[in-house]
């Protein structure tokens, strides 16, 4: 079956989250079910792109993969657009077959069998700020799916007062999903600088405000990648 890959790249660290840091190898599959209004990777759910994203067989991607890892096994992070359209449980056979870890980025909008073959699910539900509605029951099967998955964690951008009371909310729903809170990026263009000043400052407030709530579930993390490369792609 034919996969639609806009990029593979790497190896870089993981900017976000749960493996925050780790060294990874990046494969990014083309298309998504939502049009998150800051969305950062555009380029990958836009049809405007298509022409840029290639068919791929999925020997083909994991050839590639591999040879960026140096043969090394790693952990490979799955990201898009929205990966669980398409069925990666060929590529994650090929690469466990050789001692690889993966994990998948995904909004848990569209559960897949496969998401039971990976180490790392990472389902971030989409707060008000993004435009989008969460399917809860859609959500709660993603969660299923994933069982048995060494771990399953929840990721939730927040971009203003109201996602973080959603964010709240949303834990209440998921309890036993470790949670994980990153501030919005307002500046995705990849043309144009960051603001490094303006990312620590949302970072500040989102900490003081989650401290001053007393509120002790989530860890609180920036994106690294765009800390250290901005909005470039392809890191
Ligand atoms: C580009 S998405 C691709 C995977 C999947 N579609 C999803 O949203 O989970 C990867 C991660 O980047 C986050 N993200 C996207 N745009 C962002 C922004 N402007 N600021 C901070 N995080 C962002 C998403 O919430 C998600 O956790
Ligand atoms: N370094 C790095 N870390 C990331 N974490 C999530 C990413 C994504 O776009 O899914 C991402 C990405 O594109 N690069
Ligand atoms: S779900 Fe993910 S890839 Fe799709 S539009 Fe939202 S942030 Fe972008
Ligand atoms: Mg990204």
Not at 37 to 53: G, I, M, P, Q
Not at 171 to 183: G, I, M, S
Not at 215 to 233: T, Y
Request: charged letters at 20%; hydrophobic letters at 40%; a negative charge.
């Amino acid at each position: 079956m034919t996969l639609r890959i806009v990029e593979i790249f790497g190896p870089t660290i993981q900017g976000e989250g749960v493996l925050i840091g780790e060294p990874t190898v990046f494969i990014r599959a083309g298309g998504c079910d939502y049009r998150c209004s800051w969305c950062d990777s555009l380029h990958a759910v836009d049809s405007a792109f298509r022409h840029s994203w290639l068919p791929m067989e999925p020997e083909a991607v994991w050839q590639q993969a591999r040879d960026l890892s140096g043969g090394q096994p790693l952990t490979i992070s799955i990201s898009g657009g929205n990966p669980a359209i398409q069925d990666f449980a060929p590529v994650i056979a090929l690469g466990r077959a050789e001692g690889y870890r993966f994990a998948c980025e995904t909004q848990g909008s569209i559960a897949k069998p496969w998401f039971a073959d990976l180490d790392t699910l990472v389902l971030s539900p989409k707060p008000p700020s993004s435009g989008e509605t969460v399917d809860w029951a859609a959500f709660a099967d993603c969660v299923q799916a994933g069982q048995g998955v060494r771990q399953t964690v929840m990721k939730i951008v927040i971009f203003d007062d109201a996602d973080y009371a959603w964010a709240k909310d949303a834990h209440a729903r998921h309890p036993d999903l470790p949670l994980y809170l990153q501030p919005g990026n307002p500046e995705v263009d990849p043309d144009l600088p960051v603001d490094p000043q303006a990312l620590a400052d949302r970072l500040l407030w989102l900490t003081e405000k989650t401290m001053a709530d007393a509120w002790f579930a989530p860890r609180i993390l920036p994106q690294l990648h765009v800390l250290i490369w901005g909005n470039k792609r392809g890191v």
